[in-house]
C-alpha cells in the first residue's frame, strides 16, 4: 500500500482493526506537523512561561475575549503545508489531521467555519475552513464575508473597509458555537466574526485553528 499523502509504498501491520482501513498515513508524513506545548492559555501561542501572549492581551483590552484552541505551530512544515492544502487544493492532506480534528468534536456544538468572499471562493473552488469544520463536527454556514478591497478601491471606500466584513446570514438554533478556521495570526479575523455572531444573539462562541503563527516576523502572510 502507498500512504495517501506522499505516495510512497509503506508497511503497516495488519490486525482487526486496521482491516477495512483505506487511507494509510505513513509515519513520516504522521509527525510532519509540530503539535503546540506550553503557550498562550487563550489562544495557543508558544511561549516558555505560559503566560498570556500580547495579542490577547490587547483583545482583552478592548473587552474581546476569546478562548481559542490552536493545534499546531506554523512554523516552515506548517507553512508548506498549509499552502498545498488551501491553494494546490491537495485535500489528501488532511488525512494527517483527521484524527485530531475528529477528537475535538463535542456534544451540542455546532461548528461554523471562516467562510471566503463570494469572488476568492470562487478562484479557490472550496473553502479550507469548512473542509476542516466538517471533520471535527456537524456545521452551519452562519456567516457571510464581504470582499476585502484592493489598495486602489481602499482609498476610495475607506470607511467601508474598516467596518466589519462579517453579518451573519441566518439565524439558526443551535447551543455552543465554534468558530473554525485554518490560521490564527493575530486574530483580528475571528474577534471580527465573534463580534458579529455576538450581535446576531449568539453568545456561547469559542473557537478552533488548525494553526496558531508562532510570531508575526517569522511568518509570510498567507
Ligand atoms: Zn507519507
Ligand atoms: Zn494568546
Redesign the pocket.
Known amino acids: 500500500m502507498n500512504c495517501i499523502v506522499c505516495r510512497k509504498p509503506m508497511q503497516a501491520s495488519w490486525s482487526p482493526a486496521t482491516f477495512f482501513q483505506r487511507d494509510w498515513v505513513c509515519p513520516e508524513c504522521e509527525n510532519q506537523l509540530t503539535p503546540l506545548g506550553t503557550?498562550?492559555?487563550?489562544?495557543?501561542?508558544p511561549n516558555d512561561t505560559g503566560g498570556?501572549?500580547?495579542?490577547?492581551?490587547r483583545?482583552s483590552a478592548l473587552g474581546l475575549d476569546l478562548s481559542?484552541r490552536s493545534l499546531f505551530a506554523y512554523d516552515e512544515q506548517g507553512i508548506n503545508w498549509l499552502h498545498r492544502f488551501k491553494f494546490g487544493g491537495d485535500v489528501a492532506l488532511v488525512e494527517q489531521v483527521r484524527s485530531t480534528l475528529r477528537s475535538l468534536r463535542e456534544r451540542g456544538t455546532t461548528y461554523v467555519p471562516i467562510p471566503l468572499s463570494e469572488k476568492r471562493l470562487r478562484s479557490r473552488r472550496f473553502n479550507q475552513a469548512e473542509y476542516l469544520a466538517r471533520m471535527i463536527g456537524p456545521t452551519q454556514n452562519l456567516l457571510l464575508k464581504e470582499e476585502v478591497l484592493s489598495q486602489r478601491e481602499f482609498g476610495k471606500e475607506r470607511r467601508r473597509h474598516r467596518s466589519n466584513p462579517f453579518t451573519v446570514q441566518k439565524q439558526v438554533k443551535c447551543g455552543k458555537i465554534v468558530l473554525v478556521d485554518d490560521v490564527y495570526t493575530t486574530?483580528t479575523t475571528l474577534h471580527q466574526a465573534v463580534f458579529a455572531l455576538h450581535q446576531a444573539g449568539y453568545k456561547e462562541v469559542s473557537a478552533i485553528c488548525l494553526f496558531?503563527a508562532l510570531n508575526k516576523s517569522k511568518t509570510r502572510p498567507i
Open positions: 503557550g498562550c492559555p487563550a489562544c495557543g501561542q498570556v501572549c500580547s495579542d490577547c492581551i483583545w481559542v486574530g496558531r
